[in-house]
């Protein structure tokens, strides 16, 4: 039988590697002059559009067995506005043709927060998924010891 899971998985994957191969192409196709602003704000496009259609159906395969949906819609949700801030980010890499560090200060700053975001969002997920395992535990145990006239 087909896993549609693995399907799904695969097409996003698909459809990650022609959205970025459209962005290199455009890229080439669009600007006239580059700037090394230009070219980094290329690197965090394609880097963020990697993490987006790679890494997110990776967390959705590893998801906790109870929460899973709080980490894989706030993962997706993290990525893909990291993904929007990093096409303004390159869109507007022509204004800091001249300040390049700014620049590369701008984009490792959302990167870094991209990542302490989804960071925190496991780390919650995994405490919630162990909080709701030990009362499933503490439940069946109060149900066994009831049926035995311990309680």
Do not use: C
Request: aromatic content about 14%.
């Amino acid at each position: 039988m087909f896993n549609s899971e693995k399907i799904g998985s695969t097409v996003i994957k698909i459809v990650g590697a022609l959205a970025m191969l459209l962005t290199f192409i455009l890229f080439f196709m669009i600007a006239s002059e580059r700037s090394a602003s230009h070219w980094m704000g290329l690197v965090f496009l394609i880097g963020a559009q990697a993490m987006f259609f790679f890494g997110g159906p990776l967390v959705t395969q590893k998801k906790p067995q109870y929460n899973g949906t709080l980490l894989s819609s706030g993962t997706a949700t993290i990525l893909a506005l990291y993904v929007g801030v990093a096409l303004v980010l390159s869109l507007l890499a022509g204004l800091f043709a001249n300040a390049f560090i700014f620049y590369m200060v701008l984009q490792l700053t959302f990167l870094f927060v991209a990542v302490i975001l989804a960071l925190i969002l496991y780390a919650f997920s995994h405490k919630v998924n162990k909080d709701i395992e030990k009362t499933l535990v503490d439940r069946e145990k109060r149900d066994w010891e009831a049926k035995r006239g311990k309680f």
